[in-house]
């Protein structure tokens, strides 16, 4: 069966030696979803003047030694491209996983072998491959399964390909804002707790919502106002509402740098899992606060 629909977010994952992509959108009647597409990483390595048989050899051979395990070819095949405005015959060279391209394309490299398209990150070289333009209108080939880490629906694409350059109309926006506490002018996560967190978002029906939510209790006649017990409710209210709400963007002011990293500085103290990604994985930060990115799957 065919699904069109609009990739907003892009993550591969490695699961029995197979290279997935995962592709986060909305499908065209407006359902959040997640296409499973394979996609087999590969550089490009020059053949010229060089014996293509001890050249098989030594990909047979060669493997690297690295952190998420050994990294080395998996299979080749010779292709013709245009190099500076001539058309040359070259090896597609495939890997076991990403990260494997620049290692092996290094070890070539220092054997005097010229490697190309060997820095390009694989996300990028995905939609590169694919042809894809995120935000647009995509159709996937496949059916529809069973992945146990995600919060949204899956399919299972056999082929992906741009449908249309028609860009979706109509996104799910959440803003996010907190207020801390200090006794003096500073930024200290580890000891100042949050005080509230706000929310105001906008839904695909243009219809708004607000909510602030605090541990600090006074009187007051706002309908937008709850109260929770402590901060630790604090934080599992904070990450029920945005995983309820189900944003397509979550926005704020210096959120990266500010808001986020304060959370999950706060959330590990409490030891409280801020699970908020499609796939259910954390809330991820840069290793330095104000400095940083942070991250949330699909």
């Known amino acids: 069966m065919d699904l069109h629909f609009y990739p907003l977010d892009f993550d591969y994952k490695i699961k029995d030696g197979k290279i997935l ?9 407006g359902q959040k979803i997640c296409v499973i597409h394979p996609h087999q990483p590969f550089f490009y390595a020059n053949i010229e003047n060089i014996d293509t048989n001890a050249f098989a050899e030594k990909l047979k051979n060669l493997k ?39 290692l092996i394309s290094k070890e070539l490299q220092a054997a005097g072998i010229e490697c190309y398209e060997k820095d390009i990150l694989f996300i990028h070289r995905y939609l590169r491959d694919m042809g894809i333009t995120p935000m647009t209108l995509v159709k996937a080939t496949g059916s529809y399964g069973k992945e146990e880490s995600l919060r949204i629906p899956a399919f299972f694409a056999e082929k992906v390909e741009q449908e249309s350059k028609e860009v979706i109309q109509k996104l799910r926006i959440l803003a996010i804002d907190i207020e801390t506490y200090a006794e003096r002018k500073e930024i200290n996560p580890a000891k100042n707790p949050i005080l509230m967190i706000g ?7 243009g219809i708004e919502f607000r909510k602030v939510i605090t541990w600090r209790r006074f009187e007051h006649k706002l309908d937008y106002l709850e109260t929770v017990s402590d901060e630790v409710d604090l934080l599992n209210r904070c990450k029920d509402i945005i995983i309820n709400y189900d944003p397509d963007i979550i926005t704020g002011y210096f959120s990266d740098g500010f808001d986020f990293p304060y959370i999950k500085a706060r959330a590990q103290k409490y030891n409280v ?6 796939d259910k994985s954390e809330l991820m930060v840069g290793s330095r606060m104000r400095d940083g990115e942070c991250k949330i799957k699909g």
């Open 21 to 29: 992509v995962y592709l986060y959108g909305r499908s065209d009647n």
């Open 64 to 102: 690297v030694e690295a952190p998420d395990g050994p990294a080395y070819a998996t299979s080749w095949e010779e292709v013709e491209k245009e190099l500076i405005g001539k058309k040359k015959k070259i090896w597609k060279i495939y890997t076991n996983y990403p990260k494997a391209v620049p």
């Open 199 to 205: 929310f105001y978002g906008i839904d695909e029906q």
């Open 273 to 278: 899992p801020f699970d908020i990604g499609m």
